[in-house]
């Protein structure tokens, strides 16, 4: 949902759909990325895939062991529905201009106004909304000069192929939620997010950090995934450590309650969640062993991986036609909402997305996982190796 559109200046990298204009091998043909686990419990199939919230171009077509699990499934799981009327309207409504006043003046305005410039955001595009989430949007856009950017997400690429299949898709969280995780509930504890994210945005910690991410993701490399705190650089101090406890830990068991809940539905379900919300004790493949699911690995070692020949796929549209989502797990229905894709020059008006364990995230905890080694599911589970 970072959606917006660049000024085009010589500085600044080229759209999404200007990306395009050169396709490579991988947006014609679907090659496997990512990583995937089959769960099965009580004689019906559904399946955990971790995505990343940013993307390249040749990344728009799923590969053909997701596809396939996919046509699978009855449902596809997502933390948000961004498409979703009620959902976007949730992350740009306007934030309290008193406490825009307090927290961003003097110099973190000052800091803040030279990233957007930057970024080549123009004026006033994220000046009303939540502190955070002006930051989360900037760090959703740091990755475009190594080619990766938030229109080709992989949650929305997935969400578009599933409309395409009428498929319904459920979101598993609500926009009010994570925006609670994000600000952390207090205003100092925002402002100290802010701050930090704006460290690493000056310092180009992240666009090395996202990167980095971006090309384990790829290899599919479940390994390198949960040693991620080895490398990182993202988890020094206190504030850090509490945010991460917050984006993933305190998250995954209502994740975790929404797959079952649907699973014992009577639904094959698709969960797409962050790639950073698999890993460790407290990650989903764990979760879902100890609530009984049988739990084997699909797509987790790293391998070089092959193009599969498939029909041509045409070029996202900047700005996909909205259709009826499905339900929330929480009961919540509402309209989808077209993407904000930029369109002729003009700034979307949507709201960026809110912090997911992946790249979505504000800076600070763009690409934090948990601080274990492994990815072993829990005992009263059965995992397949």
Not at 158 to 183: F, G, M, S, W, Y
Not at 242 to 251: A, F
Request: hydrophobic share 40%.
């Amino acid at each position: 949902m970072f959606t917006l559109a660049a000024a085009h200046a010589a500085t600044c990298p080229p759209s999404a759909i200007a990306s395009l204009e050169k396709p490579g091998a991988g947006l014609r043909n679907g090659i496997d990325r990512g990583v995937l686990w089959r769960i099965e419990r009580d004689g019906r199939t559904s399946w955990l895939y971790g995505t990343i919230h940013i993307g390249r171009g040749d990344w728009v077509r799923p590969g053909p062991t997701i596809q396939k699990a996919l046509m699978q499934s009855d449902t596809v799981a997502l933390e948000l529905d961004m498409r979703d009327e009620s959902t976007a309207r949730a992350m740009g409504r306007p934030a309290d201009p008193e406490l825009l006043a307090r927290m961003l003046s003097g110099e973190r305005a000052r800091r803040l106004e030279r990233q957007n410039t930057e970024a080549c955001v123009p004026p006033g595009s994220l000046s009303k909304l939540q502190p955070i989430l002006q930051v989360t949007a900037l760090a959703g856009l740091v990755g475009r000069p190594d080619g990766l950017y938030p229109e080709f997400g992989v949650d929305e690429t997935l969400a578009v192929a599933a409309r395409n299949n009428n498929k319904p898709i459920v979101a598993l969280e609500n926009a009010a939620d994570q925006l609670k995780v994000l600000t952390g509930g207090s205003e100092s504890e925002e402002a100290e997010q802010v701050d930090a994210a704006l460290d690493e945005l000056e310092s180009g910690k992240l666009r090395g950090q996202l990167k980095e991410l971006a090309d384990v993701w790829a290899r599919s490399d479940a390994a390198r995934l949960a040693r991620y705190p080895e490398w990182c650089d993202c988890l020094k101090t206190p504030a850090e450590q509490r945010l991460l406890k917050r984006l993933l830990d305190d998250r995954n068991p209502n994740l975790a309650d929404g797959i079952e809940r649907l699973h014992a539905g009577g639904k094959g379900v698709f969960a797409a969640v962050g790639a950073l919300h698999m890993i460790g004790p407290q990650g989903l493949p764990t979760l879902m062993a100890a609530r009984g699911f049988t739990v084997t690995p699909v797509l987790t070692n790293a391998q070089e991986q092959t193009a599969q020949p498939m029909p041509a796929l045409a070029a996202p549209s900047p700005a996909p036609r909205a259709v009826r989502g499905g339900k929330a797990v929480k009961g919540q229905r509402g309209k989808a909402a077209p993407a904000a894709a930029a369109r002729g020059g003009k700034p979307a008006k949507a709201a960026p997305a809110a912090a997911r364990g992946g790249a979505r995230a504000p800076a600070k905890a763009a690409t934090k996982t948990t601080a274990s080694k492994a990815a072993a599911p829990a005992a009263k589970g059965k995992v397949r190796r």
